[in-house]
């Protein structure tokens, strides 16, 4: 039995218009089939549904190869789209030619997962209460809704790597394995694309993190990844003025959420300014957590620090601290949805009155990015929301109720803003302390919901 193939081209050579292709990857192109997915353009195939975490950026070697080349007709996708990012996807999604379906992270590879189980459906708390439960079966498990879930079939997955052997046997590294296990199941081809082909046995048997049976075939790189973003992502760090006075920088706002983390926490942290919380957590008993399948990351790494498969759930490589473990994104997401995290610290468009939570959309329920987001205010963890006070159109965040999507419902317990922390307390959020030379009763006067006020506010 030998399943290594002479090159991506002919790995592909039975693919053709109309196939459903899954591709793995999360955050950085290190994590993609880059090899499969110029043969997939090349080819030239048409009218193809593409199952991705997302597209990335025009000119990346992601899935937005084969949407920008017009070979895509529906994407079932965690994001379709990134704010302050235009891309033909969204030209083409507005206009029709192209059908999204955006399905959160853990949903996502588990119905990809149940696909290669042989369970056709399965009901989940992810997205009751949103615009994702819409049309589907809701049912009470232990007092609380779940909606049903279908499971996600395809005809191919391409699929990165380490390596290989003629088996078909797949060894893994790192955060890059995410979505790999799950999409290989779900596949009636599933094509690894890998760094080295070795021999039969030259991969030790506790280390195959894919075994032969569910690999069709293998093949050896051919083009290199993107090499655009191997330095650290850094938010900008100039603090928003109210009323003439700066508010809290970024950092600042990083430091402050950091002392709100009790010892002794798992803590998942969302993209943009959560990452920052990272920088301020060194030397204290917390434990971060990245869905893509990483527990145990250190802070932001650059230069020779750098290594490709092992990144956070933002796409920034990071270390790997002492008794880090990497898994794939399902027993990720199995920590989420479970509980077994203490805190989850994610960014927001809108926090409402009612504790919900809007951070995916901007309107327009086919663009946007759910990611991880859904799965993990689904799990019973404190839920700290980081976002500057007012937007940059000078519009509140904090409102009575939100214009936006819903992410999760009630889910919210703490706001760290740029100029106040606000913890919900009995349904009410209360401010607890404020930016230096402003009032509560001023944060009150920049907010649009009715806030209280807490004894001795710092």
């Excluded at 192109?29 to 199952?51: E, H, I, M, P, Q």
């Excluded at 002492?322 to 960014?347: H, N």
């Excluded at 940059?392 to 999760?408: A, F, N």
């Amino acid at each position: 039995m030998d399943k290594v193939f002479p090159s991506p081209e002919a790995a592909l050579a039975d693919l053709q218009d109309g196939a459903s292709i899954a591709v793995s990857g999360f955050g950085t192109s290190y994590g993609f089939a880059c090899s499969l997915l110029v043969a997939a353009r090349d080819k030239g195939v048409k009218n193809l549904t593409l199952v991705s975490n997302g597209l990335g950026a025009v000119g990346q070697l992601r899935g937005m190869l084969l949407v920008a080349s017009g070979q895509c007709k529906r994407l079932i996708v965690s994001f379709s789209s990134r704010p302050g990012m235009r891309t033909p996807a969204d030209d083409l999604i507005e206009s029709g030619d192209i059908e999204v379906e955006l399905v959160p992270q853990g949903t996502l590879v588990e119905r990809m997962r149940a696909a290669g189980a042989g369970i056709p459906a399965f009901y989940t708390p992810t997205g009751v209460g949103t615009s994702i439960a819409e049309g589907k079966e809701v049912r009470i498990f232990n007092g609380r809704p779940h909606i049903l879930e279908q499971a996600l079939p395809v005809d191919y997955a391409l699929l990165r790597g380490y390596r290989a052997d003629p088996l078909g046997n797949v060894e893994l590294r790192g955060s890059s394995r995410n979505f790999v296990p799950a999409f290989a199941k779900a596949a009636r081809v599933a094509i690894v694309e890998v760094d080295e082909i070795v021999g039969v046995g030259e991969i030790p048997a506790e280390r195959v993190g894919l075994p032969g049976i569910l690999v069709t075939r293998v093949v050896k790189k051919t083009v290199e990844p993107d090499q655009a973003r191997l330095a650290p992502r850094r938010a900008a760090d100039r603090p928003r003025e109210y009323n003439g006075k700066a508010g809290w920088s970024r950092s600042e706002m990083g430091r402050r959420t950091a002392a709100l983390l009790a010892e002794g926490s798992y803590v998942n942290l969302g993209t943009g300014i959560p990452t920052l919380v990272s920088n301020y957590i060194e030397g204290r008993d917390i434990t971060l957590h990245g869905e893509n399948g990483i527990l145990g990351y250190g802070g932001m790494v650059e230069g020779d620090q750098i290594d490709h498969d092992v990144f956070n759930a933002s796409g920034q490589f990071v270390s790997a601290l002492p008794g880090a473990s990497f898994f794939d994104s399902v027993a990720s997401f199995e920590m989420a949805r479970s509980g077994k995290l203490q805190a989850v610290v994610l960014g927001a468009y809108q926090v409402d009155q009612a504790g919900n939570l809007a951070n995916y959309s901007l309107g327009d329920p086919r663009l946007g990015g759910i990611g991880g987001a859904m799965d993990l205010v689904a799990g019973k963890q404190t839920l700290i929301v980081m976002m500057e006070h007012r937007d940059s159109q000078d519009r509140p965040k904090l409102v009575q109720r939100t214009s936006y999507p819903i992410t999760g419902v009630a889910c919210v317990d703490v706001v760290v803003t740029d100029l106040a922390i606000l913890r919900r307390v009995d349904g009410d959020f209360v401010i607890e302390e404020v930016a230096d030379g402003f009032s509560a009763e001023e944060i009150q006067g920049l907010t649009d919901m009715p806030v209280k006020i807490a004894a001795g506010v710092k």
